[in-house]
């Protein structure tokens, strides 16, 4: 099944109870299109200065860019759903962007392309996204220096950011503008949730290696900062048995196990 998301950009020319009817063009294919928006109850509403907008502020006349689907209805005119609008500026305004981004840790490089998990920005951006890096990319270090592509690595703390349309697929996907890397990274650990009278509530015990070496477990606290990203995107239980794969702060206590923060926390497929 394709993932992708279709964008168009024109105008809202009216808004009722079923959605809103965009009058415009295809982002992507540059033909005409009409199209009625259900708005998805997560929508992300912003402006071009990556304000956040309420779906009551959409008013009929206001230029937008819109993305939507995978599914679209084939009535007249077609339907589908959006997750994301943004509202342009009105005419003769300059438009300054701001840039979205994510805060956080490399779990992947791979074909030119960069996972980053993390938090996202308070001007926009998503916890988990591919970026694609390329000559247009500008690499610093946290003091400005340049940097090449050989310093993104896996583990390895960044600041990445992007503009603020990105293809709405899981994860999201977009290109990197500009990617700080930090000197700080963060271990990982690959092992099983294990059942055990160490953990308390907001713990997790981590048999590492799913192995009868207990010399090399881990004991993770979990708080609200901790990302937990599984394959398709949805809510998982963190429960015995469960594979993943952890990155956690550099932060140790010398107990046995050592008890550290869990930052990302990627839950494995069920084989």
Do not use: C
């Not at 247009?136 to 220096?145: A, L, S």
């Not at 206590?253 to 923060?261: F, G, R, V």
């Amino acid at each position: 099944m394709d993932y992708n998301m279709t964008g168009i950009e024109g105008t809202i020319s009216e808004i009722n109870e079923r959605g809103i009817l965009v009058e415009g063009t295809s982002i992507y294919e540059g033909y005409d299109e009409s199209i009625i928006l259900h708005l998805d109850p997560k929508i992300k509403i912003v402006d071009q200065q990556g304000t956040t907008l309420a779906s009551s502020d959409l008013e009929v006349g206001m230029s937008i860019k819109s993305f939507y689907g995978p599914a679209v209805a084939l009535s007249m005119p077609p339907q589908s759903t959006t997750n994301y609008i943004q509202v342009q500026t009105e005419a003769g305004e300059p438009e300054h962007e701001v840039p979205a981004g994510t805060e956080g840790i490399v779990t992947n490089v791979e074909d030119g392309k960069v996972t980053v998990i993390g938090s996202p920005l308070e001007t926009g951006g998503v916890n988990y996204v591919i970026l694609t890096v390329d000559k247009d990319t500008e690499i610093v270090d946290g003091d400005g220096k340049p940097l090449t592509a050989d310093a993104l690595k896996e583990s390895v703390r960044v600041e990445a950011f992007y503009g603020q349309v990105m293809t709405m697929i899981y994860p999201a996907q977009t290109h990197a503008d500009k990617i700080v890397v930090s000197e700080v990274s963060a271990p990982k650990i690959e092992g099983t949730i294990t059942a055990t009278e160490r953990a308390t509530k907001d713990q997790l015990y981590i048999n590492v290696g799913s192995d009868q070496n207990t010399n090399n477990d881990v004991i993770l606290n979990i708080s609200e900062d901790t990302q937990v990203i599984t394959p398709l995107g949805f809510e998982a239980e963190l429960k015995p048995g469960t594979k993943i794969v952890a990155y956690h702060s550099p932060v140790m206590t010398k107990s046995l196990p050592p008890i550290t923060a869990a930052e990302v926390i990627l839950v494995q497929s069920e084989e």
